[in-house]
């Protein structure tokens, strides 16, 4: 049967009007309202949580008193958490303002003549450093991938849909942190592939898939559930870190948001004690890159015996015997831990013949590099390493040792 025009009648018009327009709505939901870009965070030192309150002539001079006033605050609180609460230094505003990088609003109440505000304070770590006396070697975890998790109303969503968990980590500054956070935006194909339910998988040739697409070595699962009491009422929130492919438990905590304008600030703040759990488990070796997801390629015995070759002379009878000087060698050794790091290197130094060892490329979790001057060859190095128990293959001046009898990475 052929429908002719006359026999539509106006009600089919607009039936697909409104679904063509309830399609368009999706499809801008879909592709608008999805995804927090996280900020860029730099080396600055941040001081957050900064109470003023100041009374002035007018609403401008208010707000400029009030910066200044935080800015003496935040210089005094970074003193305290850098050297102690003794001795701070006292500086006037002008020197403060050269090394203040920037201010961030959390909340602010401009009057005529008052201004109350919560403010952030960003120092800029190569000036502030100097004053402060933070020099030395920083440390840093291997990347890691962050999956936020939220659970609300009985659903637990990651990037799917924008939420308040989402933009929490996305805002949280990690230049001061010691973990290397790899925050994705939530756009394109993030919600497919970082959504609640990867956490619960446990194949290892996926992790593997999804970690590399990131530049992740492993990955951090950061829980949280939140409980509202009624609708803008006080909330109550349940916050879990956990990492790694099997979904391993590091620590919990409660937090309380008297009401729903709370929440945001209550998230900050349990943000700010998640990356305290996580660096503390750094610190401690429990926090390390699974083994399962390292992908080692075999050695081959032969290249390395020709790469490590070297030729001989067509005529060694006028050539005088060589007299072995002091050599710089790369040694590679892993790192489980913070402990490891120190052993290894005092190791190395009490071999005969090694004048310096000292690690300049850490990883925990991983491979290290240490640098070592010897007063000999590589191969007299090598023997010396193999007389005190080490595993040694060479590669020139670089040289990879290993325990004897450790238990090494499975194979894929």
């Known amino acids: 049967m052929t429908l002719t025009l006359p026999q539509i009648r106006p009600i089919h018009f607009v039936i697909v009007l409104l679904l063509g327009l309830a399609a368009a709505i999706l499809v801008a939901q879909i ?7 996280p900020i860029a965070s730099g080396g600055d030192f941040e001081v ?3 109470k003023v309150d100041v009374a002035a002539a007018n609403a401008d001079a208010a707000r400029y008193a009030g910066w200044r006033q935080a800015q003496r605050l935040a210089w005094k609180m970074l003193w305290t958490r850098t050297n102690g609460g003794t001795g701070v230094p006292t500086l006037s505003d002008s020197q403060l303002e050269a090394i203040v990088s920037g201010i961030e609003v959390q909340s602010e109440q401009a009057g005529p003549t008052r201004y109350i505000a919560t403010l952030g ?3 800029d770590r190569a000036r502030a450093g100097q004053i402060l006396g933070v020099q030395g070697r920083t440390m840093h975890s291997p990347p890691l991938l962050v999956i936020p998790i939220l659970w609300q109303g009985g659903t637990a969503t990651s990037y799917e849909t924008i939420n308040e968990w989402q933009k929490g980590w996305a805002r949280f500054r990690t230049g001061d942190s010691a973990i290397d956070y790899v925050r994705v935006a939530g756009t394109a194909a993030d919600p497919l592939l970082l959504n609640a ?3 619960g998988r446990r194949s290892r040739n996926w992790w593997r898939v999804l970690l590399d697409q990131y530049g992740a070595a492993d990955v951090v699962i950061p829980i949280a559930r939140i409980e509202r009491q009624w ?3 006080p909330a109550l929130g349940h916050f879990t870190a956990r990492y790694g492919p099997d979904n391993a438990l590091i620590g919990s905590f409660s937090l309380r948001a008297s009401n729903e304008a709370a929440i945001p600030q209550m998230i900050d703040q349990a943000i700010q004690r998640m990356d305290g759990l996580y660096t503390q488990a750094l610190l401690e070796g429990t926090l390390r890159p699974d083994p399962s ?4 390629e075999p050695v081959d015995e032969d290249a390395l015996a020709i790469e490590n070759g070297s030729e001989a002379a067509v005529d060694a009878f006028d050539v005088p015997p060589a007299v072995p000087g002091v050599g710089s060698f790369q040694v590679q050794y892993d790192t489980p831990n913070v402990a490891s790091v120190s052993q290894s290197e005092a190791a190395l130094r009490g071999i005969p013949g090694v004048q310096s060892a000292a690690t300049n490329s850490l990883a925990l979790g991983g491979t290290s590099v240490m640098s070592v001057t010897y007063l000999g060859t590589v191969d007299a190095l090598r023997t010396a390493l193999q007389g005190r128990g080490y595993t040694v293959t060479t590669a020139g001046n670089t040289l990879r040792i290993s325990r004897r009898g450790a238990t090494a990475a499975p194979a894929p």
């Open 31 to 37: 592709e608008g309202e999805r995804g927090v870009p």
């Open 48 to 50: 957050s949580s900064v």
């Open 121 to 123: 304070v960003l120092f």
């Open 197 to 199: 339910a990867q956490t």
């Open 231 to 233: 609708p803008g009422g």
């Open 293 to 296: 997801l390292i992908i080692e």
